[in-house]
Every structure is written in C-alpha cells, then in structure tokens.
C-alpha cells in the first residue's frame, strides 16, 4: 500500500551508541535505515551517540564506521558525535525550564517506585509551600508530560498510542550524573538535522511517543517512524553488547548482509556482491512500502 510522502525532503539516520562493534543485531537496524532513506533517494546521516560516556568504548565509533564502510553503507555529509552538541542540549534544557517545561527533581533512587511512573513528587504544584527544588539541589531535571493519549503510525508496527503520563510520568532529560539524558539529545539531534524519518530498532518503540512530545515542547516537527523487528539470541534476549554479541565480520560482508536481511523478514536475495546486494534490497525494499523515490 502506498503511504503518504513526506512533506519535506527525506532525512534518515543512523544512530549507533559507540559502545562497541557493530554486531549482527544493530546490523538490522543499520540496514533498514539505510534501505529506507536509499530507497527514498533522500540523505542518510551517520549520529554517533556518544553523550552516555560511561558506557562508550575507546575507538568503537572509527570501528563501526569501518564496518560501515567495508559493507558499502556510505553515509551523507559529515558524522555527527553528541559529545560535541552540548549547547544545542543546553539550548533547549532552557528553553524547556523558561517554559516551565522542565522541573529539578530531588528524588534520590531509593524515593523513586520500583516499578510504574513516576508520581510527580517533585512537580513544583506538588511540593506545595517548599516550592519547586532549587537547581542547586536538583539531583536531575525532568520533562513535565502532557496529559492523554500519544497516538502515531508506525509505518513497520502499525497504529500505536501510549498515555505517557499514566505510563511513564514525567521522564528525565539531564541526569543525577549531569550527562544529558538520551531522551533530550535524541529529539534535539534529530529535529536540529531535519531528521523525517526514524528508522531503528522495535526496542525503541516505547521511547517514541516521550519523543514526540518533547519535540512538540521544543516546537520541532515529529519524524515518522518506522521500528523493525529485533534480533534475539537463543534465550528471546535482545542480540546486543551487554550479552556478548561478537563483531561483524566485514570480511564476510556480503553473508553480514543476509543475514540482516532475512531478520527483516525478506528472502535471500540472488546477489554475488556487495553492489549486486544493495541494488536488489533497495528496490525490494521500495515494493514492500510502497515507496516512489523523489524525482
Ligand atoms: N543510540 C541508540 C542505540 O544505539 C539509538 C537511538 C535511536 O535510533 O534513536 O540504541
């Protein structure tokens, strides 16, 4: 079925945290990212997510650019590192706090319910005659959510909708350890690079109407979204770093690439190279969304 075309030239991303290698899992979500901005002749940007440095690894981003590039996935324009976009996060953290968009919370983890939204303690209205928390007592600063029902299409999982106030409550944008929280960098990147199309993995999909409201707040526009399915080892865990997915051998690119494909759903395509790979996954890749690329 054909969809709607976007309004404004098409910009994807792909947006790998540099914690290490890519592996056969974030493989997937390279691919459809890349199928789907090729697909669509639009630019496909490379965001290297580096704000959460605790859990970066020495070198892991010139390595996944590597493999990127061994597989034939050339991106657009210059890479863009997070750890380098401090006053556009700053920006917009005031912004939200001269709207009253963004509040300190005090709450230290032990305060916090162990499961469930977070109850609003520290919401100025909330603390009553204290007042809201004074930034020198803020722990972290959160995002005050709007009331009701998110609803979008994902173009992969269909209709969705999620009360975030019920379900999550008003989430944090600058953490207790003062890094900018992925939430904020995320839709900050994203709106600032014209990003209209978010494709990655379904592990995501949770986190996207958060980002649609906060790029509301911040009067950006709302990329469309597209989640593909994740890849999940023997025991129905998520394929990532933290469970010891090995790296990607670009050597064997060309059996990299297949694999990624058929986790998406497709059947092996009849290809002898890299090149031969991407001429047939694009254009499949077209027929399954209904895509007809700009002129
Ligand atoms: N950096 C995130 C990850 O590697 C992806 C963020 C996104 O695509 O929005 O899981």
């Not at 010139?62 to 920006?91: F, K, N, S």
């Amino acid at each position: 079925m054909a969809q709607a075309p976007s309004p404004r030239p098409y910009v994807g991303r792909f947006a790998p945290s540099p914690s290490g290698p890519l592996h056969d899992g974030s493989l997937v979500a390279a691919m459809a990212s890349y199928l789907d901005a090729r697909a669509h002749r639009g630019a496909w940007l490379l965001r290297i997510e580096d704000i959460d440095a605790p859990r970066v690894a020495a070198g892991a981003d010139r390595w996944i650019m590597a493999q990127l590039c061994g597989l034939g996935m050339h991106w657009d324009g210059e890479p863009v590192w997070q750890t380098r976009r401090h006053p556009e996060y700053q920006r917009a953290f005031e912004r939200l706090r001269a709207d009253g968009r963004a509040y300190g919370c005090a709450c230290t983890r032990r305060e916090l319910p162990v499961a469930g939204p977070y109850p609003g303690t520290c919401r100025p209205e909330a603390r009553g005659a204290k007042g809201p928390v004074p930034a020198h007592e803020a722990r972290s600063w959160r995002f005050r959510v709007d009331r009701g029902l998110e609803a979008f299409t994902d173009r992969w999982q269909g209709p969705q909708s999620q009360d975030v106030a019920t379900e999550v409550g008003d989430f944090i944008i600058r953490r207790a350890d003062d890094l900018w929280a992925y939430q904020l960098a995320v839709v900050v990147d994203d709106g600032l690079q014209g990003v209209t199309d978010v494709v990655r993995g379904a592990d995501l999909l949770d986190s996207t109407a958060r980002q649609r409201q906060l790029a509301r707040a911040l009067d950006l526009p709302c990329p469309r979204s597209l989640h593909v399915p994740l890849l999940c080892d023997g025991a129905g865990r998520k394929l990532s770093k933290q469970n010891h997915a090995p790296a990607l051998d670009t050597d064997h690119g060309l059996e990299c690439l297949q694999r990624a494909w058929r986790t998406l759903g497709f059947e092996p395509l009849p290809a002898r190279g890299l090149g031969e790979f991407w001429a047939w996954a694009i254009a499949r890749w077209a027929a399954r969304f209904g895509i007809t690329p700009a002129p």
